[in-house]
């Protein structure tokens, strides 16, 4: 009793102090970002007015420029479905569907109160209907039933974006799931009235899994797999539709001193991200693309079919490595980008080395990739020499073995065995060493009259290219006797083990 004594005092005492002024709410030029919005009841500001807008689309990691704008428009959006044949990852390529000709499709930006006239055109060489469900649409289906379009058909209607926010659009054609897993999928922000606080970059970039039939790079076409996508056991988790999206001289920039503005996506179509930038902090979130914002943030969750704005002030250059933090993905099936900083040093700050090499596995630097790059077409066209395949095998080693050998090849006595001279290694056929990479080792080993036991985990994982042109490194390097160990030698050895179901490839 006593205590519902004091909560109807409690109450008394709020019901006197001053409402937030409610005018604030209606009136658009004084609604502001982080504060009530009002929602989409005040949303609508009215008829659009002025000459109709041309949208300006940008693909991926670009975003267009602020809208700008002091009144709502009328904006027309020209997007075109096209079924494309893209490298996914080195070597692989995967027919994508997409929403502009890339993967995530174009970015759209308004500004909220537009009228949206959206025309959706299908190629004439798509195979596939599409559509398209975009979440910044209040109405059924998010445009999906209105915006159908055949192969060589386009498809017109209108909405009117009531809800400020960052939202993601996908194609919702059956198979659904399909549709969204060839990449359909992209983001569209509907800016507040007053625009956004103004930052120095503004990046857009979009997580999606891909489902294929061959495992993780391995090369040629790979076609979708269903079976794998209901399962939800993605082969690939990519930032912005390929493994080298943004790695190496394709990594997105800032300078120190810069405020970058990440525009975070998640196609899905089925995992969530766990969305993290190594070796900074986010000044700020807006979790799940809305209008308010959570401060000092490690990483941020990204659900499938949702979106984050991500802010910070980057203070130190370097390689800032991009991940889903959900681990395997960023090393094992591609969920790794690169925001390269320059400026001067700041030692206060960071005294540290540049960049880890563990965080870059096997992308360590542009000009490491652009030899993975060549080895790869001279595979396809059966030109590689055994030069190109040591240098793609020391990119690979640099990213895999050297943890533990060193890139020196020298070991750490008493810990790691050395393979620079190494007479174990040297003095076995080379079918051995194939079989130590593919199953580890453990037990004891003597290497040059020094006895390591210990575990070396097994890299299966590793397909046998990459671990012919890895052993061809390593046979060729630190005065070595150079055998060049073949993708079939590799093959054979792999046949003839035994692996538990799990680790079958
Ligand atoms: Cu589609």
Request: proline content about 6%; aromatic content about 8%.
């Amino acid at each position: 009793m006593r205590n519902l004594g004091i909560l109807v005092f409690i109450l008394a005492l709020v019901a006197c102090q001053p409402q937030s002024e409610p005018q604030t709410q209606s009136d658009p030029a004084v609604v502001k970002l982080g504060q009530d919005t009002g929602g989409s009841a005040a949303g609508d500001f009215g008829p659009p007015q002025g000459e109709p807008v041309q949208a300006i689309l940008t693909s991926a990691p670009n975003v267009p420029p602020p809208v700008n704008r002091d009144y709502p428009a009328k904006v027309i959006v020209d997007m075109e479905v096209r079924e494309l044949d893209m490298e996914i990852s080195e070597g692989v390529t995967y027919t994508f569907w997409t929403f502009g000709g890339t993967v995530p499709g174009s970015f759209i930006r308004i500004r909220q109160g537009d009228t949206v006239e959206f025309h959706l055109k299908n190629h004439p060489d798509s195979k596939m209907p599409h559509n398209i469900d975009l979440h910044a649409v209040t109405g059924p289906g998010g445009g999906a039933s209105s915006s159908f379009a055949a192969p060589g058909h386009e498809a017109v209607f209108s909405f009117k974006a009531l809800n400020q926010g960052l939202y993601v659009y996908h194609c919702a054609t059956a198979p659904v799931g399909m549709h969204v897993a060839n990449g359909m999928y992209g983001l569209i922000l509907v800016e507040p009235p007053e625009g956004l606080p103004p930052v120095d970059k503004e990046y857009y970039v979009m997580q999606g899994e891909f489902y294929t039939v061959g495992k993780y790079r391995e090369k040629g076409h790979q076609p979708f797999d269903m079976q794998k996508a209901i399962e939800e056991n993605a082969t690939y988790v990519l930032f912005n539709g390929s493994e080298g999206a943004l790695v190496g001289e394709h990594a997105i920039k800032a300078s120190v001193g810069d405020n970058v503005r990440l525009f975070v996506g998640n196609g899905g179509p089925n995992l969530v991200s766990s969305f993290h930038v190594i070796g900074e902090i986010f000044d700020k979130v807006y979790q799940e693309g809305g209008s308010r914002y959570q401060e000092n943030v490690q990483t941020t969750l990204v659900p499938a079919g949702g979106s984050a704005m991500t802010e910070f002030r980057v203070e130190v250059p370097g390689t800032f490595v991009i991940v889903d933090h959900s681990i395997f993905r960023a090393f094992n099936k591609g969920a790794l980008g690169m925001l390269k900083v320059d400026g001067e040093d700041n030692l206060p700050v960071y005294s540290g080395k540049e960049v880890d090499n563990v965080y870059l596995g096997d992308k360590v630097v542009a000009a490491d990739l652009a030899a993975v790059t060549e080895i790869t077409e001279a595979r396809i066209t059966g030109t590689a020499t055994k030069a190109q395949r040591i240098q793609a095998g020391k990119v690979l080693y640099n990213g895999t073995c050297s943890v533990c050998h060193q890139q020196s090849g020298e070991g750490i006595e008493g810990v790691f065995p050395p393979l620079a001279g190494s007479d174990y290694m040297l003095t076995e056929p080379t079918e051995h060493a194939i079989e130590i990479v593919l199953n580890g080792l453990t037990g004891p080993v003597t290497v040059n009259g020094v006895t390591y036991n210990s575990v070396m985990p097994p890299m299966s994982q590793l397909n046998d290219d990459e671990i012919a042109d890895i052993l061809s490194f390593v046979f060729n390097s630190w005065g070595n006797d150079g055998d060049v160990v073949s993708a079939d030698q590799v093959a054979t050895v792999r046949a003839g083990t035994d692996r538990s179901e799990g680790a079958a490839h």
